[in-house]
DNA sequence: ATCATTGCAAAAGCTTTGCATAAGA
DNA sequence: TCTTATGCAAAGCTTTTGCAATGAT
């Protein structure tokens, strides 16, 4: 069994929750996807597929996800929600293209040590952090 | 008169729009705030003074703001926009505690030269970052 | 006199929720 | 059997937009 569908079972099991085929067909498309998603573009692959699933379920299914750590909410301003998964991937932040819209996907070591460093000075328990940059591309600084 | 409101007048001249009392008050308010804000609140801040200013107004406005440098759109997954003013402020990340919602500034000048870096890596023109950090505060991660 | 801007209310998106039905445990 | 989960449709929220009236230049 691949090893988010692992993670998943065990979250629900010791949650006292379900395991039906809807949320395992979900998780399945997002970790095949293997990229940052929003709910209508899972929605579209999966009926696309043939699996019928509402959008009420990948809703409700997405918090599960995000609460056993295997998926993030990111941001790319665009009024509404992106996510992506995090579960067996590397950490990274995101360049975006102010014209085109292009992604970027880039690592920052040096954020780690941040994260200790504001643990020590305020207090906190850190739990993660984002960053995204913006910019224009090469070819769309040209067009500005 | 204030430096943001001239920015704006002359971003407004340049573009061959129309100053109104209404933008003028709506800007004047942001810089009063002097930290983050949403449109809700600012709008409540606005009649409690008894300025007569529609959201739409508000709504209208804030792309030009932004257009022009005055503020910037913050997200703290919170479901609606956050902004905040920075023109005449110097740059800065946040740290956001999960449990209670508090919001700390902290400055991370490192990022400046990660900006350079990936400008010559990706062959961008960087206009900005934004970075938060997440986590429990010191009271908060007694709880969970 | 023009034409941008306003306010209002309606519309548009995305997300959440109530409820009856289906189906895990 | 008991309770969670699903699908559908309705409701909720934030944000955008059409339009007639207003007002800046």
Redesign the pocket.
Known sequence: MKPEIQVFQDY??QR????????EQILKQIFEIHGHF???GLYLNLRHKGV??????I?????LFIDCGLIREVDFSE???HYEPIYGHTHHSHLRCLGCGEILEFEEPALKRLEEQLARQHGYLIKGHQLQVQGYCANCRQTI
Chains 1, 2 share one sequence.
């Open positions: 629900i099991r006292g929750l379900r395991r039906t085929p809807e949320r929003d709910v209508d019928r699933v509402s959008k009420a379920s809703y409700r299914a997405l918090p009024g509404h929600w």
